[in-house]
């Protein structure tokens, strides 16, 4: 596979950073409810983070950035991210003094089955990520030597701290010539749909490599908004004109971006699902085959479909097996507890991602 790819500096070798908020997850088991648990199973997890983890399980050299409470939590969740070889030095362990309610975020996960869907309670007011005084933090010194960064829209929609954060690190790795990938990631229960996409929106002048189409305003009529947003009336399950169609429209207005991809999922019920994607790569939007499959864990598969895809693009993959590899990573991911995608061959993805399924058209 030795496509060649503009997205990767020609002769410097690839450094990923990924910065966001780790948590602590707490979920009852045996698919109970979170009413009638008694106990709970622990892990660590959030969205960038977990894409670091999966990109240093397939061995790329990647780190995570984060602020942490200095105590036997906040050191846990380090400890967990350093066992699947994430260098963690850029984290911060913070203080009482800096972050006075001294906490590590946290949620709960209530595992769907069959129709009874599944359930994330959030307890992270007031982590010492969102406490912590991030504009003290000089960017230029924390990503020097880095060739790629990840970002997603989760961290922005905390607080106006880790919102201004977001945009200066955008901007200071543009400034850097740093590769920059973005997940908009929206979350409902953190900040409204429009807030989410006024700011990600602003955040797309910045970006090489996007997933998803949305939280991001793709008006019809700039002039007239009232006439509405272009991916509106985008079916769920969009045909890969009907998908062309918006990403076309996406490197129109936004020509720094060079890839956009996303993954459509068909919900037979909260234990069997479907997967498949869309990317835009080099002029021409690709379609992946679609994956059918039961359910042990479905946290992190999106995190899983980015990693995926950033590590076929860093391997230099031709864009059917970019797009195909993606899926497939997020299709493991939801066979595994936890939230991260731990696979540490990616021999054992791509040969999901080579098998002969049909493809939905």
Not at 142 to 167: C, D, K, M, V, Y
Request: glycine residues 6%; proline residues 5%; hydrophobic residues 35%.
């Amino acid at each position: 596979m030795d496509h060649t790819n503009a997205l990767i500096p020609k002769n410097i070798p690839i450094r990923f950073l990924a910065a966001g908020e780790i948590l602590l997850r707490l979920t009852p088991p045996e698919y109970k409810t979170i009413q009638e648990a008694s106990s709970f199973t622990a892990n660590y997890g959030g969205s960038e983070a977990n894409v670091a983890l999966s990109l240093a399980n397939l061995g790329i050299d990647s780190s995570f950035f984060s602020v942490v409470p200095n105590n036997s939590l906040g050191k846990s969740a380090v400890r967990m991210l350093k066992s699947s070889h994430v260098n963690c030095t850029p984290i911060i362990l913070s203080t009482p003094k800096e972050t006075p309610s001294h906490r590590l975020g946290c949620y709960y996960f209530e595992k769907g089955y069959d129709v009874r869907p599944g359930r994330v309670v959030y307890d992270r007011k007031n982590s010492a990520f969102t406490e912590y005084d991030l504009s003290r933090i000089n960017l230029s010194a924390l990503l020097e030597g880095f060739t790629w960064l990840h970002l997603s829209g989760i961290t922005p929609a905390l607080n106006a701290n880790t919102r201004q954060f977001t945009l200066n690190c955008l901007k200071t790795a543009r400034q850097l010539g740093i590769t920059i990938s973005f997940d908009g990631n929206f979350r409902s229960s953190l900040w409204s749909f429009q807030e989410a996409r006024d700011f990600c929106t602003a955040c797309l002048p910045y970006v090489d490599v996007l997933f998803g189409i949305e939280p991001y305003h793709l008006w019809k009529n700039e002039a007239c908004r009232e006439d509405g947003d272009l991916k509106d009336t985008l079916s769920p399950h969009p045909s890969r004109k009907e998908q062309d169609k918006i990403f076309q429209e996406f490197i129109r207005r936004y020509p720094n971006i060079k890839c956009i991809a996303r993954h459509v999922r068909f919900t037979h019920s909260s234990s069997k699902n479907s997967l498949k994607a869309y990317m835009y790569y080099q002029g021409k939007t690709f379609e992946s085959p679609l994956y059918t499959f039961h359910i042990l864990d479905r946290i992190g598969g999106g995190d899983a479909f980015a990693a995926g895809l950033l590590y076929a693009i860093m391997k230099g993959f031709s864009p059917d097996d970019m797009v195909s590899f993606a899926v497939a990573s997020s299709v493991l991911k939801h066979t595994m507890h936890g939230d991260g995608n731990i696979i540490d061959d990616a021999s054992l993805i791509q040969e999901l991602a080579q098998t002969n399924f049909d493809v939905s058209r």
